[in-house]
């Protein structure tokens, strides 16, 4: 059975888990602190006002054949294929049961009422947190019994939604396989999303249904320390083995406990406990007093001495590093890059044809620049000399949430009727996280929503798109909708992020066609394609450094040879170096689905339905853009 059916190693599941439940730091630009629309640009502009320029050709995706796919074609019926049909969907629920239940938060994370699904529900744990040679051989053989355990069924007796379903996990188990070749290269304290940093977050919205749940939280607030040090025990082999971080990544790590830290009588933890505590319905005065009290003692002798073991650790090893560049230092760092791109952003494109993808598209984007300047360099001038620091920052977050859902009503699948709200993140939190972030709620509850701005952050100030994103028609509308259509539980403990973090990018760029406050349209698209730039140059240096072994010099070179502001490139490679792929699921994430609305526009015409495609891709829920541009290439056949 599937005991970690969605997990990359076995002591590696809830570091994934947790990254999934803040389904996107939300932060498309974290680290970016260099501006691709530097007053460097503005001599581009120039230069293209004498020189000319020629229009990028388009590359829709090749659809050569558009035979029917396999999830198109009519269910098989008859009492033989009913059964395998049942039997599948027995596996499914199997094996969701025994996954989600492997550790107390994955499942309440994943679940809201366990009964309903028929759960048993474990003491409190973080689950198995082993990490060794002997563990990877042995979930590396559990893989690949679940993958023969899969190939068992026939294929051809399933229906077509079970055949996609099958088709999901199939590649994301094999993928599973391949991630033991570099367990050592991962990363769990990544100062960019890791461990100290998301699991703060994860516990201070940890929900109290019932008193069982404060019970199970206070346990697991006492086994934290248990549970850091295994993960300090795997960062001391990665010292053995040559593979820790680079100095400045420890350092960061250092300063965001140290700062989680800084005022333990007033730690996220304390501050969030008694508000949730008191909605719990039956409890006493007294017994919420005593919870009170059992939360604050847990948190000052055990999650505060937690995290200085982590600074002590970080502190005494900072140094050990053995490599200032990114994974293409290490040894089958390359190869692993490459994995990621397959594993994390979910394409099948290799690193080299990223590279000449990004490359053609950076030059196709700053020919739209150059252009949309020269029609308007009024409008371009006044651009570059605006103080704001972003559009609609003074504006209230719910009001321009509810403007997209209106505004976009009419061109996405209607969203299912849930509450939602916007809060600010805890002062202890505003220096080690990310501009704006949205939590997934339970599969079985997703009527409630939250999402977190920190006004703290240098990157809060661009309201507009950040709500875009990260609201309507962004991660919180796609969780939803894709919750309202009823899909098997066990898609829910699968990671996509180059699907949900490419969605929210997607509709990101978007939003700024709807902004019209301006009294020329061409500072929103000026807007659009300076993030545009900024993300497709980061990710050219993400690839860079991390693949093609680029060192601060080359990094320099590429920005300045390519017109760009170099001054942040340090600021950059710190983060690409931390954070390998990131860009990439925001970069070739958003430009898988832009390639896939290309195609099918540009094969139907007059015949795309806007709304018709986003159901399409929205509908297959979050997987590998191989498997949705099959349904994508049905859906361009089916109306022709």
């Not at 055949?163 to 993928?175: A, G, Q």
């Not at 651009?383 to 920052?393: A, R, V």
């Not at 849930?418 to 339970?442: D, G, K, Q, R």
């Amino acid at each position: 059975m599937w005991k970690k059916f969605y997990k990359k190693a076995t002591a590696l599941a809830l570091v994934c888990a947790m990254s999934f439940m803040l389904t996107a730091c939300g932060d498309s630009h974290n680290g970016s602190s260099w501006n691709a629309a530097s007053s460097s640009l503005e001599d581009s502009v120039e230069d293209a006002i004498t020189a000319g320029n020629t229009e990028p050709e388009a590359s829709p995706i090749d659809a050569s054949t558009l035979e029917d796919c396999a999830y198109a074609l009519p269910d098989p019926i008859g009492k033989e294929a009913e059964a395998e049909q049942a039997r599948f969907h027995t596996y499914l629920m199997d094996n969701f049961r025994e996954s989600v239940t492997s550790d107390t938060v994955t499942l309440h994370y994943t679940v809201a009422n366990p009964a309903d699904y028929d759960l048993d529900v474990p003491t409190a744990t973080f689950g198995d947190a082993e990490i060794s040679d002997e563990a990877i051989a042995s979930d590396k053989k559990e893989t690949e019994d679940e993958i023969a355990e899969l190939q068992s069924f026939d294929y051809d007796l399933l229906t077509g939604s079970q055949k996609y379903t099958y088709d999901v996990i199939k590649d994301y188990l094999d993928l599973n396989l391949e991630s033991y070749n570099y367990t050592y290269l991962y990363e769990p304290f990544a100062y960019t999303s890791g461990l100290q940093t998301n699991m703060p977050i994860n516990m201070s919205e940890y929900k109290f249904y019932n008193e069982g749940d404060v019970q199970d939280y206070l346990a697991l607030l006492g086994q934290l320390s248990d549970y850091y040090g295994k993960y300090l025990d795997f960062e001391q082999t990665k010292i053995d083995k040559g593979l820790f971080m680079n100095e400045h990544s420890a350092s960061e790590v250092i300063r965001q406990c140290e700062e989680f830290i800084a005022t333990p009588e007033e730690n996220l933890l304390i501050a969030t406990f008694e508000d949730k505590v008191r909605g719990v319905e039956g409890l006493s005065e007294e017994q919420i007093q005593d919870y009170i009290t059992q939360n604050h003692d847990t948190v000052i002798n055990s999650v505060i001495p937690c995290y200085k073991n982590v600074i002590n650790f970080f502190n005494a090893h900072k140094d050990d590093g053995q490599n200032d560049l990114g994974l293409a230092g290490f040894e089958h760092g390359k190869e692993y890059y490459a994995y990621l791109l397959k594993d994390k952003v979910g394409t099948d494109k290799t690193p080299e044809e990223v590279i000449d993808w990004l490359d053609n598209a950076i030059d196709d984007v700053m020919y739209e620049y150059q252009t949309t300047a020269l029609a308007n360099y009024s409008a371009y001038e006044q651009y570059f000399n605006d103080s704001s620091d972003g559009l609609y920052e003074d504006n209230d977050p719910l009001e321009t949430i509810n403007y997209f859902k209106d505004a976009f009503a009419d061109r996405f699948p209607a969203m299912p009727d849930v509450h939602y709200n916007v809060e600010n993140v805890h002062e202890s939190l505003e220096n080690i996280v990310s501009p704006a972030f949205y939590v997934t709620t339970p599969i079985d509850a997703y009527d409630e929503n939250s999402i977190y701005l920190n006004m703290g952050s240098d990157g809060a100030g661009d309201l507009w798109s950040t709500l875009a994103h990260e609201g309507i028609p962004g991660h919180m509308y796609q969780f939803t909708y894709y919750l309202s259509t009823n899909p098997e539980p066990i898609r829910a403990l699968l990671n996509f992020n180059g699907y949900t973090e490419g969605w929210a990018t997607y509709v990101e760029m978007m939003s700024y066609d709807m902004y019209k406050d301006y009294p020329d349209d061409s500072y929103a698209d000026f807007e659009r394609i300076n993030s545009e730039l900024n993300l497709l140059v980061s990710a050219r240096v993400e690839i860079g450094v991390n693949y093609e072994g680029w060192d601060l010099e080359a990094t320099q070179k590429y920005l300045s040879d390519n017109g760009f502001n170099s001054d942040g490139a340090e600021s950059i490679m710190d983060y690409v170096i931390a954070e390998p792929v990131n860009y990439q699921m925001y970069v070739m994430g958003w430009q898988s689905f832009q390639e896939l609305r290309d195609y099918a526009e540009s094969a139907l015409g007059d015949k795309f339905d806007e709304q018709a495609f986003h159901k399409v891709v929205l509908d297959a829920g979050p997987s590998q853009f191989y498997l949705i541009e099959k349904l994508v290439k049905q859906y361009v056949k089916d109306n022709l």
